[in-house]
């Protein structure tokens, strides 16, 4: 089945260390997001990408970097600059010119 | 940019019951969507609705554009409906994708 992975499920990070976040699609999706979610909020988008190797910033992208090497995967990195990371990570996926959205089932991470 | 409210934030239901959501946004969109969160996290795209009316099951939708609102039906509602409606939209001429999402509408359902 087609479908996006997220992993690890749960993430816990100690201060001032830099963690990674996987995302991996087999839709064939040329179109990949990451979000945040904070508790009782909606989602703020972090950076998304169009095509290979070329990635925007979305509307809060400080503390966070991503690369888009291959098609199938979009790595989050949470930087020691995030001063607030703990939150619910989402990633997504869409087809360019169509517009369902598939979304991965999160990365909740937890600073200790 | 483009502003995103839900409304009611929270609904509780008994089950069978109806209910309307409604999502107002403030400047014209190229893209809208409805989501629905489970207890778990999981995002599940119920429509695709930039303007007109889709029904799917129990469930339909319909966004005025003009009016700058959309409103999305849940009939005979079950307890599997609970969880976190979104709206969301892409403003303006942009196809990039990129989405605002509302701060969301959580509904619970009682057997």
């Known amino acids: 089945d087609g479908g996006i992975t997220q992993s690890p499920k749960y993430l816990f990070r100690k201060e001032g260390q830099n963690v990674t976040l996987s995302c991996e699609q087999n839709?064939?999706?040329?179109?990949m997001y990451w979000y945040r979610q904070d508790p009782g909020q909606g989602l703020r988008l972090i950076y998304y990408?169009?095509?290979?190797?070329?990635?925007q910033k979305g509307d809060i992208a400080e503390g966070y970097s991503v690369s888009r090497e291959k098609k199938e995967s979009f790595p989050l990195t949470v930087t020691s600059a995030q001063k607030n990371p703990t939150a619910f990570y989402l990633c997504?996926?869409?087809?360019?010119?169509?517009?369902?959205?598939?979304f991965g089932s999160g990365t909740r991470l937890t600073v200790v | 940019g483009i502003q995103v409210e839900q409304s009611p934030p929270d609904l509780i239901l008994q089950e069978g019951a109806n209910s309307t959501l409604r999502c107002n946004f403030s400047?014209?969109?190229?893209?809208l969507q409805w989501f629905h969160q489970n207890p778990w996290g999981q995002l599940i795209n119920l429509f695709y609705?930039?303007?007109g009316t889709k029904q799917n099951g129990r469930l339909s939708a319909t966004t005025v554009a003009t009016e700058r609102y959309s409103l999305l039906y849940i009939s005979s509602s079950q307890t599997t409906d609970s969880g976190v409606y979104f709206c969301?939209?892409?403003?303006?001429?942009?196809?990039?994708?990129?989405?605002?999402f509302g701060q969301g509408t959580t509904l619970q359902v009682k057997p």
């Open positions: 990408s169009q095509i290979v190797n070329d990635f």
């Open positions: 400047d014209s969109v190229n893209n």
């Open positions: 839709l064939n999706h040329d179109a």
């Open positions: 609705i930039p303007s």
């Open positions: 969301a939209v892409e403003g303006g001429s942009g196809n990039t994708g990129k989405l605002i």
């Open positions: 997504a996926s869409t087809q360019t010119g169509k517009y369902g959205y598939t």
